[in-house]
């Protein structure tokens, strides 16, 4: 398989898929220097449930490179389709390094390409302990919001049992507390999420820390943590 055949491939399929209404809405919805093609969830999960039948067989580093030369294509919805595609395939997913997580990563510019980024390929790594603290511990000093928000997103990834979290709570307010006083907009929703999410494994130590906390943190965070352990909603 040539990944940059199947790259242009893939990109071709989501321009099929996609609709000038649909542009518009996510130009507005999440802006970014990558090209925003138009397709919905459903049209962009067709795409990559082919390419996932078709990468059945192939081996790590193969998806892996084809997911990178996706990702090089320069689209906010193939760079989706990029980690679907890692997440789905053991082996891929398995094999991925610091090197290979940081390359998957580059030129994030928007929350939709940094959760899922952070969710399916970040998080997972660091949870098996195929990236180091240490590497999750630079994100948050990164002068890049965007990889700041990806640090604590990835710390979903340790307490989702859906995604096979386990519950980490030392390591979660960790990074938490790193960014505690971060008022970037895009930083504080994705310490609302992290909070939220571990809020489900146990209410205490969540409470503990936006006791701890209270005068650093952005009001967003209380607001939204506090309901969700009041309420088990984030709004209303």
């Not at 940059?4 to 099929?16: D, G, M, Q, W, Y």
């Not at 906010?76 to 290979?100: D, F, S, T």
């Not at 929703?189 to 999410?197: H, V």
Request: charged share 35%.
């Amino acid at each position: 398989m040539k990944p940059k055949r199947i790259a242009a491939e893939v990109i071709a399929k989501l321009r099929k898929a996609s609709s000038a209404a649909r542009r518009a809405k996510n130009e507005k919805y999440f802006p970014s220097a990558q090209a925003v093609l138009g397709v919905d969830a459903a049209g962009i999960r067709a795409v990559e449930r082919d390419l996932k039948k078709r990468l059945a067989g192939a081996g790590a580093r193969e998806v892996y490179e084809i997911a990178l030369a996706i990702i090089g294509a320069g689209t906010v919805e193939g760079r989706q389709v990029a980690y679907e595609i890692l997440a789905g395939h053991k082996g891929a997913v398995e094999a991925l390094g610091l090197e290979e997580v940081l390359a998957l990563g580059e030129g994030m510019d928007n929350w939709v390409s940094v959760d899922t980024f952070a969710v399916l390929v970040a998080g997972p790594a660091w949870r098996e302990r195929r990236i180091p603290d240490s590497a999750v511990r630079a994100w948050t000093r990164s002068e890049d919001r965007w990889w700041r928000r990806a640090a604590l997103v990835s710390t979903v990834a340790l307490n989702l049992k859906s995604r096979g979290g386990r519950g980490d709570e030392a390591r979660t307010l960790a990074i938490c507390k790193r960014l505690a006083a971060d008022h970037d907009d895009m930083v504080a929703k994705g310490l609302s999420w992290a909070l939220r999410e571990l809020s489900k494994r146990g209410r205490a130590p969540v409470e503990r820390f936006l006791a701890e906390h209270e005068e650093d943190l952005p009001a967003r965070v209380l607001r939204e943590v506090r309901r969700k352990i009041k309420t088990g909603r984030k709004y209303g």
